[in-house]
């Protein structure tokens, strides 16, 4: 599996747009990348996916460079309720069962 | 409502006491999953199972056994705990088909061997 790179953390305004980075320089042409979050210690939370087009959905926008060696996803508006760790993972086809969690970024929205 | 449920939330136990922390999901996923996460290491896949009767290991299967012997339910077990399995446990599922979904997880189960 390609392996990704997060900045650490990082802060945000509230009501500004977010835009959190990753690197997967190594990704192969049959891997997704996905998006979760994890809020506190709940169970992580799905957000977004995409192969190589941008994708919107109502949580978030995801912008895949055209290479496919970095991504960029996008919290439009952020509230303080997306305050969590962002974990940007590849995932194959052929091998979709895995997913493997790095250290994610932690993104902190303050007032 | 889909969702994938956990039991119990929290437990705490004695080292060496058998023990079933139990998950089952509703969405009629193939693929069912189980992470332990512990300060500082993150989330690390346990078990994986790919469909009924299929499973196998992921990074830190040690200590643990799980079976899937109905599609819905994918149980942990822990047949002798020890202090070192005291952690954060979430099962997840997800539908097969290349990416096509995401993983849902369950609340979390809080395990605490004294």
């Known amino acids: 599996d390609a392996k990704t790179t997060q900045p650490t953390s990082m802060d945000c305004a509230e009501g500004r747009a977010a835009n959190l980075p990753c690197n997967h320089s190594t990704i192969s042409g049959n891997e997704y990348v996905y998006w979760y979050r994890q809020i506190h210690s709940q169970g992580p939370q799905y957000i977004i996916h995409g192969l190589k087009n941008n994708e919107t959905n109502e949580m978030a926008s995801l912008i895949i460079t055209e290479d496919r060696k970095s991504s960029t996803l996008i919290l439009p508006h952020a509230t303080l309720r997306d305050t969590a760790v962002y974990y940007c993972i590849v995932r194959g086809y052929f091998n979709d069962y895995k997913l493997s969690f790095g250290a994610g970024t932690t993104v902190t929205v303050r007032a | 409502e889909a969702q994938v449920t956990q039991n119990p939330r929290y437990l705490i136990t004695v080292t060496g006491k058998k023990l079933t922390v139990t998950c089952s999901q509703n969405m009629n996923h193939e693929y069912m999953s189980w992470y332990r996460q512990d300060p500082g290491l993150g989330l690390r896949q346990i078990y994986y199972s790919m469909n009924v009767e299929v499973t196998d290991k992921g990074d830190v299967p040690e200590g643990y056994k799980v079976s899937r012997k109905e599609k819905r339910n994918f149980p942990l077990i822990l047949e002798s705990p020890s202090p070192n399995q005291t952690s954060l446990y979430f099962c997840?599922?997800?539908?097969?088909?290349?990416?096509?979904?995401?993983?849902?997880f369950g609340s979390g189960t809080r395990l605490t061997v004294v």
């Open positions: 997840a599922s997800s539908g097969s088909g290349g990416g096509l979904t995401g993983y849902t």
